[in-house]
């Protein structure tokens, strides 16, 4: 019971708070790293001006007030789209241009990426232009305050009136993650146009654990465990473990992760856990993580080929109270006694808003009473949906696959409502049933060729594994 006390507070209602501190805090310090690594395309000739307007911190801050930035390290998590995209060549300008010229800006509190580029010295036709086009594949509310962005000037081959004081916008990029490279590039005469571009890092296997003392978070801390490894570990067990009330001191733990560094050595992020295993009143757990190829999500297993994953989730919200149960109930706004066909949750405007399985995005879109509405389908006969939202997380919309405990959007008060709040459905064969005490499906169990392709895959990370030392405290972590 000592131990449940330590541990509580760490199991699940710190999950958010920490992940924002991830995204906004280490790995925005590093971008600065990775855009003079990157920055190797552009011709050594050209004169590079730094303007620096942004006091240490901020981006910390920035992050810890807007939750919606929390959801970046998820993206880069979930959407396993590495491999889908093609790295990009720069289009390299003419080195004969006379005016050549980079220049990097960082994000201001309360900027736009208009403002940016013009006092960056940009044309406001050209930034429009080069905004435009990277609109395709950057949402500009991910934008950060102490981001760089970098313009690269130079004289355009289809500007013919190019006047030599004012050189013409040739790309702008910036760095979304620290192996994610976006830029809007001028091609002659068809304007600008996006690129992405993945970044080559070095990966490096880690094999980390120890005994739990007090709490497995505090444990792996201890071990130098980067946060957002140990955040990932507890998701991952989380549905067969009750941190609250399971751990006892003695019980140990070990995670097998990817870990990247730039060409020097330098960590520039941590990757997926491979493999974890639980030891708990001597009782031995392992999962490990596996993408089902018939269908492209990546999930973990345990040995037998059985989804860590239990149910769709009941609560798909951290820290909120149950408002409004369902059932019968006199309207709040209306007066009058009709069916309640969800549960409501109080919480803060802004508060992130799970999905609650994994499935596909049906509709995203403002829904009349319900306001801005999300509804997930997550197999034949569960849907699950969302109402009321304040905004719809980054790259919600129809037809968008989303994980479990992926955030989809936030809490708001649209449409009809009293207040800030959640309403939450759970439709079983398209009608609404009570989601807090109705038996939800079980995650997803292996068989057949995937059976097959599941035990080759975990045979292999067994001997990886095997292959690869136990580190009981690791040497180089990054400030969290
Ligand atoms: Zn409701």
């Known amino acids: 019971m000592k131990s449940g006390a330590l541990v509580g507070p760490f199991g699940k209602s710190l999950l958010i708070p920490v992940m924002t501190l991830i995204a906004g805090g280490a790995v925005g310090a590093l971008l600065a790293t990775t855009f003079l690594t990157s920055s190797s395309d552009i011709p050594s000739s050209s004169l590079s001006m730094e303007e620096s307007q942004e006091a240490p911190g901020a981006p910390l801050e920035a992050a810890a007030s807007k939750p919606e930035e929390s959801d970046e390290i998820e993206a880069s998590e979930v959407l396993e789209k590495e491999a889908e995209v093609t790295v990009a060549a720069y289009a390299t300008p003419k ?6 010229m980079t220049k990097t800006v960082s994000v201001s509190k309360g900027d736009t990426l208009m403002e940016v580029l013009t006092r960056a010295g940009a044309d406001r036709t050209e930034s429009h232009e080069a905004i435009t086009a990277l609109n395709e594949i950057f949402d500009p509310r991910s934008l950060r305050i102490g981001q760089d962005i970098t313009l690269y000037f130079g004289n355009a081959d289809d500007i013919q009136q190019s006047d030599a004081a004012t050189p013409s916008l040739i790309r702008v990029s910036l760095n979304e993650d620290v192996d994610r490279q976006l830029a809007a590039v001028r091609t002659p005469g068809s304007g600008f146009t996006a690129q992405e571009t993945i970044l080559e890092l070095d990966k490096k296997m880690v094999r980390a654990g120890g005994v739990i003392d007090s709490s497995l978070f505090l444990s792996a801390a201890q071990a130098g465990i980067p946060t957002k490894t140990i955040v990932d570990l507890i998701r991952i067990f989380s549905y067969d473990v009750d941190f609250q009330r399971e751990i006892q001191p003695g ?11 730039d ?27 596996f993408k089902t190829e018939d269908d492209g999500f990546t999930d973990y297993y345990d040995e037998k080929g059985q989804s860590v994953k239990k149910t769709l989730m009941r609560t798909p919200i951290d820290g909120a109270r149950l408002t409004s149960g369902f059932g019968k109930r006199k309207h709040p706004t209306l007066g009058y006694t009709k069916m309640h066909r969800g549960v409501d949750f109080g919480a803060r405007s802004g508060t992130p808003i799970m999905a609650a399985g ?49 955030i989809i959007g936030y809490v708001g008060s649209t449409g009809r409502s009293t207040g800030p709040h959640l309403h939450y459905e759970v439709h079983k064969s398209d009608r609404q049933i009570n989601p807090l005490s109705v038996k939800l499906p079980a995650g997803r169990k292996l068989g057949g060729k995937m059976l097959a392709a599941f035990q080759s895959r975990s045979e292999q990370i067994r001997q990886e594994v095997a292959s690869v030392e136990l580190e009981t405290q690791l040497a180089s972590v990054k400030a969290d």
């Open 95 to 100: 080195t004969e241009s006379l005016q050549e």
């Open 251 to 261: 019980d140990s733990f070990e995670v097998y992760f990817e870990r990247f560094a």
């Open 263 to 289: 060409e020097n050595g330098n960590i520039l992020k941590d990757g997926s856990i491979l493999w974890a295993s639980m030891t708990l009143s001597g009782k031995k757990l392992s999962v490990y993580r």
């Open 358 to 406: 994994n499935g596909t995005v049906e509709f995203a879109a403002r829904n009349g009473g319900y306001g801005n509405y999300v509804r997930i389908r997550h197999n034949s006969e569960f849907k699950t949906a969302y109402a009321h939202m304040s905004k719809f997380a980054k790259g919600i919309r129809k037809g968008a696959r989303v994980r479990q405990g992926q």
